[in-house]
């Protein structure tokens, strides 16, 4: 079955960063398209970076755009995500997950919570 087990948030301050991971299985990792997404707390869903099978194309929100970026590693079945100039609005579970085109969110892990004070 599909696993995707996030990790690397924590607390961090205005400005610092962090870089998130995603450990894949159970599904081709190398042939699916993935997203990043988060959530605050009481607000829905937000997709926040896109990366297609091979790595090539990348997509971001505009609210992150500049500031994240998001890469993989297909030998080690992980995706991953760089928080640069983090900002309190930041502040959310980040989730990673299949996607079938940029802005699409499927299944998706546990998350890790990013905390930005």
């Known amino acids: 079955h599909v696993q995707l087990v996030e990790s690397g948030g924590g607390s961090v301050q205005t400005g610092g960063s962090l870089r998130l991971s995603c450990a894949a299985s159970?599904?081709?990792?190398?042939?699916?398209?993935m997203s990043w997404a988060r959530q605050a707390p009481g607000k829905g869903v937000e997709w926040v970076a896109y990366?297609?099978?091979?790595?090539?194309?990348?997509a971001y929100a505009d609210s992150v755009k500049g500031r994240f970026t998001v890469s993989r590693d297909n030998a080690k079945n992980t995706l991953y995500l760089q928080l640069n100039s983090l900002k309190t609005e930041d502040t959310a579970m980040y989730y990673c997950?299949?996607?079938?085109?940029?802005?699409?969110?499927?299944?998706r892990g546990q998350g890790t919570q990013v905390t930005v004070s």
């Open positions: 990366i297609t099978s091979s790595g090539m194309r990348t």
């Open positions: 997950a299949r996607a079938r085109w940029a802005g699409d969110v499927g299944e």
């Open positions: 159970g599904f081709v990792f190398s042939g699916s398209h």
